[in-house]
């Protein structure tokens, strides 16, 4: 039984050991079926990828630009990385250089326009151009950024229209335009986008711009004519001449319906009301409407739209801010503008700087301090507010009063952007003053205040008063190149603010470009006619075109707006002088010396109207006393010398010009002076020296070049004084002394080669 039980358990053992074999043998037939099935999906896919390969190469073979098109995404993928995703801090100059390498690698493939008129795009390359788009729209770029020729920018704006971002198109079109203002076919194509957007304003400039350089294009003509009809009649009066000038009919036709209706397309657009359309919008985007509104000019809609909103909601403190604004901006409802802001106080909105800014152009400058300064007490932290006050008492010429306000601000608020920005203007003015009084800017004030405005773009790039801030100290500091760029940005970011004609008018006459400067002064007139600023360039400008009695005039304008402004006072009496106006040029430098005991330049002028008056004694006291104040001061110490020389002390007359040569060996009057000192004394090889001196420092100094060519025409050598006159002819070709010594110089010469000839 025993047995039996043993066997019957190595039976069960036995079929159970044959099941599992079976089993596993069953999972080796699948198996092999599922190996044999996928080595079957493997053939057939490697078939496929090397069709795929084949076809691809063959693409590739025939059209090289998809490959090509490999190395720009390779370019973009590289950017985005560099620029976003590596978590290194990198400086803007990093990025720019960049962005710029992903734009040529872009550009690279898009040919430059063909003979047709059109330009052909490689297919790929819009989803690329669309892609940089966003990355340098992450990157906070600008199109005047990225550092490419006008023609670069032209097409790079083609390939941003043709990949639907009109407004990267635009930016490139008009910086292509800045860089190259010939570029008709960028100007066309910023025009067309104005067109469509309905931004007429901006069409009108354009259209300018392009009879600028073709004044025939009849379409042109007609179009800006149909635009400014009602709006400008004197440049409609001019386009309607040049029309019929041309042989065409310049009266009123049908396109005057289709420009119709883009105008009232462009008012729709801009017009922005919480009506129709825009019923839909919340409160705060309604707010935010009318906002732009009122910046675009659109008073009334505006104002129209703000009732809107204040009649749905009469608790919108935003909205009930915007009607005080508004109201304000017409002058005379301050009352009712004030009476909104306390409204919008009432409902928690932050009104202290737009109260004291009302209050600032109502001409209440200490009511406008008050509000400011009573705020600042109960929250010290308020940079904004402690900005603003600092900014009314600068413009108000307490500049110890604006310092002690931004060194008043705590520890944690004192890194602001609007701080920042004050310090920067502070020692901009502080830099000003130096120059009043001394005739140049104080560098270092220069480079503090560059760091300012360097730090208040590093925390806020989008910010145009910085920009603005830099633009001016880079032109203070001579770095005008750099500063043109700075006041690219900041006319970009501020178009409507009025100081950019005024610094781009001043930046433009430093460069030397006169005429620009001019046109740019007369854009800020039509802004700004209480500004003396205005007329104080103008008269800059018409002294450098040699006008000096209108210029004189002009000065005279500056200071009929504001009596403390010291350069126009110190340059209507340089005008006065020159154009001699002496009793004028007088009583300004005595009303500086006497308002302004310690200003330098104002005793130096002084002085020169007393030489003028051959006030020799007075005009002696004069210069000690600005000696006293800075012993180095080389046209005093030159004035000095010659003053000594006028009255008979010649041999006082040499030390201070010495001084003033040692001090400054390029001074071309110092070494003119001396050599003058030294004829007297009869030193003539001495004279001559220094006469040559005064040459090298001054090419120009045709006084020195004279002297020079009488002392070689007396020295019995006609060769080099024949040369010395000429000299004198290539500043005035026109110097009959000059040509008459010529003549007796070739009659010297003659004689002696005649003298030299062998006798029969």
Known sequence: MAVLTLYGVLALTMFGLWLKHRSVLIQREKMHARLGSMKGDLSATSKQLDLLSRGVETILSDSPEVHELLTVHQSLESAESLLFNQGIPISNSEAVAIATHAAKAILAHHPSTDDSGGSSTVPGLIPLSRRFAAVITEAEMMAEDIELTADQHRRMGELFLASERADWAEDCYKRANELDPEDEVALRSLAEIQRKSGDLDSLDGTLERILAISPDDIEVLREQTLLLKGEDESRVSRNRKRLEGLGEDSSVSQEESELSELT???????????????????????????????????????????????????NNGPGWMLKSRILASKGDRTKEALKCLRRANALGEHTVIQEAEILDNDGRVEASIEVLENHISTNPSDSEARAKLSHIWLRSGSMESSRSTLDGAPENSSDHEAIHIMRGRLHLSESEENRDNTGN?????????????????????????????????????????????????????????????????????????LEHANALILEATTQRLENPTIPFIRGIIAANFGRLTEARDFFSNALSLDQEHVRARLNR???????????????????????????????????EVLMNHSDWSESENELR??????????????????????????????????????????????????????????????AKSDFIEAARADPQHIDAKLRIAAILHESSDPEKATMAWREVLDIDPQHRLARRRIAECQEQISVRAKQLLPKD
Not at 285 to 303: D, M, N, Y
Not at 573 to 590: M, T
């Open 573 to 607: 009496c340089s005008a006065a002088l020159l154009c001699d106006d002496l009793a004028l040029a007088l009583d300004d430098a005595n009303y500086l010396v006497s308002s302004r005991p310690n200003h330098q330049l104002a005793k130096l002028r002084r002085a």
């Open 625 to 686: 006393s600005l000696l006293k104040m800075n012993p180095s001061h080389t046209m005093a110490l030159v004035h000095l010398g010659t003053c000594m020389i006028a009255m008979g002390k010649a041999e006082q007359a040499e030390a201070p010009l010495n001084k003033a040569i040692g001090t400054d060996p390029d001074l071309a009057e110092a070494w003119y002076q001396r050599a003058l000192l030294y004829l007297d004394f009869g030193k003539i090889d001495e």
């Open 264 to 314: 009232e397309r462009a008012k729709s657009s801009s017009a922005l009301s919480v009506h129709g359309a825009g019923s839909h919008l919340s409160p705060g985007e309604s707010v935010e409407r009318a906002t732009k509104q009122l910046l675009i000019g659109e008073v009334q809609i505006a104002a129209d739209t703000v009732e809107s909103i204040l009649e749905k909601d009469p």
């Open 441 to 513: 800017h104080d560098q270092m004030m220069i480079v503090d205040a560059l760091v300012s405005f360097d730090r208040a773009i590093d925390m806020n790039r989008e910010s145009g008063l910085a920009w603005l801030g830099r633009a001016r100290a880079l032109r203070y500091q001579g770095t005008l190149d750099e500063s043109e760029v700075a006041l690219v940005r900041a006319r970009r970011l501020i178009p409507n603010h009025a100081s950019i004609p005024l610094e781009e008018a001043q930046l433009a006459l430093e460069m030397g470009n």
